[in-house]
């Protein structure tokens, strides 16, 4: 057989995929399975969304776009920066958009750090981060986010951790795959050591909208500090927020020259996002916000309902997250690694988790689940958790 790159050697994908692909071979046997390893929200896309797009395709628009991205998005998606949390207007040569938010991680490694150079990366974190890295030639220099500090990072550990070969620090709130939301002082102190050695911060923030406070008070960007023109960069999409997986959005700002460069790579590989999901897009952040509302508050419920289960589970703890849909519960005492706990849980109890050393080393001990589930799933969950545990002697 001939010979792939070095770089294609590399790949390995996101394993969440794979452990799906496991379970849907078990269901073809007749197996029910309840799923919680994917992120997909559960929710359908809004009405109002999908009759944009409808009305889109219509009128015929059908064709290329702009490569950075339709003018009318890139306005609403300015406006909502200056009316929301993060209380900044981006120009909008800062506003790139994408096909999804997985492709700005690429993107903007692939823009800013050389094969050989660093990223600093917090661990456990998102398998994409380091398939990336490892693809590109660039070391990811893993920060541990521990359970005794929330899964949060900390800017004394960041620092050590930086040489002179680092480009950039990666943060993650709120968090996948712990759910954990980093504190106002902790990004603050996060950016004056990015600052301290001149090098990029990329903010990846696509589940901004989960969080769970009353008035979003929770959640702060580094952004705000250098308004995305000195160093950070802003990962974002539509997928999370508004059940909008299968669509490929995303939006990304960063300091102008970088969005040049990114664009570059963007016509490269893509050329440019269809007119008609920008246009869904347009809908999306200008239309009635009501079915995102009810999600998130769906979303609250279906936590608490998950982690008050998985603490009555023997062996299981489980910290509450303050945002995103996932629960990283720890799974020490049960005596299983994390994928034996997943396989485990899988065959014996019909119930999809992701390992959590699949999001790095220091996630082993612990399983990823995606409550972007029903409460009776959930629930029924917990029961079938609970008797296979038992049955295991625990």
């Known amino acids: 057989m001939k010979k792939f790159s070095d770089a294609a050697e590399k790949l390995r994908g996101q394993e969440m995929f794979q452990i799906l692909a496991k379970a849907q071979e078990l269901e073809r046997t007749g197996k029910k399975i309840l799923h919680f390893e994917l992120g997909d929200p559960d929710f359908s896309t809004p009405s109002n969304i999908v009759e944009a797009t409808f009305n889109s395709l219509r009128k015929g628009e059908t064709h290329y776009s702009s490569s950075q991205g339709l003018f009318e998005l890139r306005t609403v998606v300015a406006n909502a920066m200056e009316s929301g949390v993060r209380g900044f207007r981006p120009d909008l040569n800062q506003i790139l958009v994408t096909p999804g938010a997985n492709i700005q991680l690429f993107y903007a490694i692939a823009c800013t750090t050389n094969p050989g150079e660093e990223v600093i990366v917090p661990e456990p974190g998102f398998a994409s981060y380091y398939s990336i890295m490892e693809f590109l030639g660039v070391i990811p220099v893993k920060v541990p986010i ?9 800017a004394q550990d ?3 951790a930086i040489t002179d070969k680092t480009r950039m620090i990666i943060i993650n709130s709120p968090s996948n795959p712990t759910g954990s ?3 106002e002082e902790e990004i603050r102190e996060i950016y004056k050591v990015a600052e301290k050695k001149d090098i990029w911060l990329l903010s990846d923030e696509v589940y901004r909208r989960i969080t769970y406070y009353d008035d979003n008070t929770g959640f702060f960007s580094p952004s705000v500090i250098d308004k995305c023109k000195e160093r950070t960069i802003i990962v974002n999409g539509f997928s999370k927020s508004y059940a909008m997986t299968g669509w490929r959005l995303g939006v990304v700002i960063a300091p102008e020259e970088l969005v040049k460069k990114m664009n570059l790579l963007l016509e490269t590989t893509s050329s440019c996002v269809s007119p008609f999901i920008q246009r869904a897009g347009i809908e999306a952040l200008s239309g ?8 998130v508050k769906e979303y609250k419920h279906r936590r608490d309902i998950i982690v008050e289960g998985l603490n009555s589970l023997p062996g299981i703890s489980c910290l509450k997250p303050s945002g995103a849909f996932y629960v990283f519960p720890n799974i020490n005492k049960t005596g299983m690694t994390s994928k034996e706990f997943a396989d485990f849980m899988l065959v014996e109890a019909g119930v999809a988790v992701a390992p959590g050393s699949i999001f790095g080393e220091h996630g082993e001990g612990y399983v990823r689940m995606a409550y972007a589930n029903s409460i009776e799933n959930i629930n029924e969950a917990i029961i079938k958790m609970n008797d296979a545990l038992k049955k295991r002697g625990l």
Request: net charge positive; charged share 40%.
């Open 158 to 160: 960041v620092e050590k």
């Open 288 to 295: 009635d916000q009501e079915a995102v509302n009810k999600m």
């Open 146 to 154: 521990l359970e005794k500090n929330g899964f949060r990072l900390n």
């Open 181 to 183: 939301v980093m504190k």
